[in-house]
């Protein structure tokens, strides 16, 4: 299954229900869709230039990569998004030069945007408190599965550890 869950915009549910197999949750307050072949893709394709986050558990279903789009709420995030995208093209490109697999590669560059995301801080400016205030956020609010966690946490070793 496949869901989907945004505040509440006209256009949005109109797009929705242009999916095949939607349903409504009430309860949760979520959309769902079937996770047969083609599904994600066509979600996607209707939600075409909005401004989406896509886990990246839905990723590896994917055959090409997603950009994950984020809106920066100030002038210097704006930057720092700028800044960070470039630093992310030099952590696929070390990873890959080391031989570790497209698949690898592609869930350590999500988890370093993710916790990029979460922060909102250049690089430079990350401490000790960031990193655990994220990984809590995994563990809690997104109920990550330990093996989650660690690739998270691998991830964010490998960039700041090897890469800064």
């Keep these: 299954m496949i869901t989907f869950s945004c505040h509440y915009n006209h256009d949005y549910i109109s797009k929705v229900k242009r999916a095949a197999g939607y349903r409504w949750h009430s309860e949760g307050k979520y959309w769902s869709f079937p996770n047969t072949n083609g599904t994600l893709e066509k979600i996607l394709k209707i939600f075409e230039g909005e401004e989406i986050y896509l886990d990246f558990s839905l990723q590896t279903y994917l055959s090409h990569s997603v950009i994950l789009r984020f809106v920066p709420s100030r002038s210097e995030e704006t930057q720092a998004a700028k800044q960070s995208l470039h630093t992310f093209e ?3 490109r070390e990873l ?3 031989k570790y697999s497209y698949k690898t590669a592609k869930v350590y560059i999500y988890f370093n945007r ?3 995301n979460f922060t ?3 690089p430079s400016e990350i401490d000790d408190n960031d990193i655990k205030n994220y990984l809590l956020h995994l563990a809690e609010k997104k109920q990550s599965a330990t093996s989650t966690l660690n690739q998270a946490i691998n991830a964010l070793k490998f960039y700041y ?3 800064l």
Excluded: P, V
């Design 90 to 92: 030099d952590l696929r």
């Design 96 to 98: 890959l030069s080391r």
């Design 114 to 116: 993710d916790f990029f």
């Design 120 to 122: 909102g801080k250049n």
């Design 161 to 163: 550890g090897t890469m």
